[in-house]
Nanobody, 118 residues
Framework: QVQVVESGGGLVQPGGSLRLACTAT????????LGWYRQAPGNEGKERDF??????????NYAESVKGRFTVSRDNAKNSVYLQMTSLKPEDTAVYFC?????????WGQGTQVTVSS
């Protein structure tokens, strides 16, 4: 089993920055794909939106809506993944979920709230 825990959410003004962190523990190693998804207000129960992911070798993918503003990184020794968010917009407001993926197996954190508002 794999446990995933996020941290770093909060309230930030438009144009501001925030850094999310996530650590996975348990039966995990650096071959896992690590990433971030989000769920905007009113979308509870719907599929989570992809934000960014990073492979063990450092290959990254981003949603078009966050390219150039968000940066995903990881520390394989700590089984941790980070999401540096800059130039935040009100539409980035959501619960952000960390995801650890191995083959077809997905492990999720509880989510951390990010609110962008003046």
């Amino acid at each position: 089993q794999v446990q995933v825990v996020e941290s770093g959410g909060g309230l930030v003004q438009p144009g501001g920055s925030l850094r999310l962190a996530c650590t996975a523990t348990g039966n995990i190693d650096s071959t896992f794909l690590l990433g971030w998804y989000r769920q905007a207000p009113g979308n509870e129960g719907k599929e989570r939106d992809f934000v960014a992911r990073i492979s063990s070798s450092g290959l990254t993918n981003y949603a078009e809506s966050v390219k150039g503003r968000f940066t995903v990184s990881r520390d394989n020794a700590k089984n941790s993944v980070y999401l540096q968010m800059t130039s935040l917009k009100p539409e980035d407001t959501a619960v952000y979920f960390c995801n650890a993926r191995w083959l077809t197996y997905d492990f999720w954190g509880q989510g951390t709230q990010v609110t962008v508002s003046s």
